[in-house]
């Protein structure tokens, strides 16, 4: 259960990734607020993750924060993202990663503004979006 289901050695993650998706997915790097393409999304759907595929968080959970980050009120389904402890930087955090495959995603706070009180905060290169069936306009 603790070690996920995909492991591949770094020179395949490489190979996977766009240099920007490995740095955050695998080296758990940062983007910038505001630079992220999945910010802002149109049409409804699901949003999985760049390294693995696997399904994360729904658009129905999206909301904006302001943060500058994709941000959602909870996973789309238990045991999707994982949870660990992050005391990097000088802060002490939530780490969020995916499942599946390790990969990082980004930090949930405590701070959500919906009923669940959380706020996911994930870096948009870590996530791929897929528009819901026949909600092309
Ligand atoms: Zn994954």
């Given amino acids: 259960m603790a070690s996920p289901e995909i492991e591949l050695d770094d020179s395949e993650w490489r190979e996977r990734l766009t240099a920007a998706q490995y740095e955050v997915l695998r080296r758990s790097a940062t983007e910038p607020a505001w630079s992220g393409e999945l910010l802002h999304v149109d049409d409804n759907g699901v949003f999985h993750c760049a390294g693995c595929g696997a399904r994360l968080f729904s658009t129905e959970s999206k909301f904006e924060s302001g943060s500058g980050w994709p941000s959602f009120d909870r996973a ?30 980004g930090h949930v706070f405590p701070d959500g503004p919906t009923d669940t009180g959380l706020r996911y905060c994930v870096n948009s290169l870590a996530l791929t979006f897929e528009p819901e069936e026949g909600a092309e306009s």
């Fill in 76 to 105: 789309v389904d238990d045991g999707t993202v994982l949870e660990t402890t992050d005391s990097s930087h000088g802060m002490v955090r939530t780490e969020i990663t995916c499942a599946r495959c390790g990969g990082h995603l």
